[in-house]
């Protein structure tokens, strides 16, 4: 009966142990897993720190708060922010009184910006900075708003943030950025003003050509109406003239030989004037052609133009 007990507790013991023996060795496969992934971490192995630490998390008695974590940590430096977001919302539904949660909560807003949810981010980050006024992390909160507002082209707001990260945190790290876009915006601001006077004088300077292109057509008007005034009075001076002419030859009358003409030219002596001579009509008209001339080209180049 003795010997029927001892067997008894020998077979539940051998029963057990390969259980024993799975859970030592998973238990170690974790343990290698975890420091594996600390050990690429260290050395900036992001990827190889990502494998790990989500090897060691997909176990639920290696999940812990540390491990997940890191594991978040891994994926914003890796640069994998759409899986580091996700992992940020499982762990605070998980771990929402963990001491790690502050940081989790910031590396969540600076991943929503990264994959342009600024609205989400500056919602987020904001939280923060009312729950946790005096974390260390505060000022880079502020500046990761700003950052959001500045990728929106809201850079008042954003100017007002990274002015007070220079103000009142004077020995963080973002100061440097912070001071950086300040500049940017101060410059876009005086490339805009500039653009604007650009624009303002080319739309004066159009408007002053414009003008200075009217005023030359009235001058080429006035210009074609006095040449054609001009034209007309010259020739209705001929025109009178040549009456004139015609009549007093009709009113002289016809003489023959030396003695009518020597009598002519005594009379109209006689009586203080001369007889119209035939080259003033002609010089008459010679202007005349030349004003019609004048007339002419000043409209074929004004049809030019």
């Not at 020998?10 to 799975?22: D, E, F, K, R, S």
């Not at 539904?93 to 981010?121: C, D, K, M, W």
């Not at 500056?122 to 005096?134: E, G």
Request: charged share 25%; glycine share 4%.
């Amino acid at each position: 009966m003795r010997t029927y007990g001892v067997c008894m507790v020998l077979l539940a013991a051998l029963t057990v142990m390969p259980l024993y023996a799975q859970r030592v060795s998973a238990s170690s496969d974790q343990t290698d897993a975890l420091m594996s992934g600390y050990e690429a971490y260290r050395n900036e192995d992001w990827t190889s720190a990502m494998f790990f630490f989500r090897k060691t998390v997909s176990v639920s008695d290696a999940a812990t708060d540390e491990t997940w974590y890191m594991l978040v940590m891994s994926e914003v430096f890796a640069g994998e922010y759409r899986n580091a977001l996700d992992d940020c919302e499982s762990f605070l539904r998980q771990f929402p009184f963990s001491q790690y949660v502050p940081y989790i909560q910031y590396q969540r807003g600076r991943t929503q910006h990264y994959l342009q949810q600024n609205e989400n981010a500056i919602l987020t980050l904001s939280d923060f900075c009312h729950q946790y006024p005096d974390h260390s992390l505060y000022a880079s909160a502020l500046y990761w708003i700003a950052e959001s507002f500045y990728a929106e082209y809201n850079y008042d707001a954003a100017r007002a943030l990274y002015e007070r990260i220079v103000t009142d945190f004077p020995r963080d790290a973002k100061v440097g950025a912070a001071q950086y876009r300040i500049d940017a915006i101060d410059q876009k601001g005086r490339e805009e003003k500039l653009l604007y006077l650009l624009k303002v004088t080319g739309e004066e300077n159009l408007a002053a050509r414009e003008e200075y292109e009217r005023q030359l057509r009235v001058y080429a008007a006035e210009d074609k109406f006095g040449l054609q005034q001009r034209l007309a009075d010259a020739q209705k001076r001929i025109a009178d003239l040549e009456d004139e002419l015609a009549n007093h030859t009709a009113d002289t009358p016809a003489l023959d030989g030396a003695d009518g003409i020597h009598d002519v030219v005594s009379s109209d002596q006689a009586d203080g004037q001369l007889p119209l001579a035939d080259p003033d009509v002609e010089l008459l008209k010679r202007k005349a052609r030349q004003l019609q001339y004048m007339l002419d080209d000043h409209i074929k180049t004004g049809d030019a133009k």
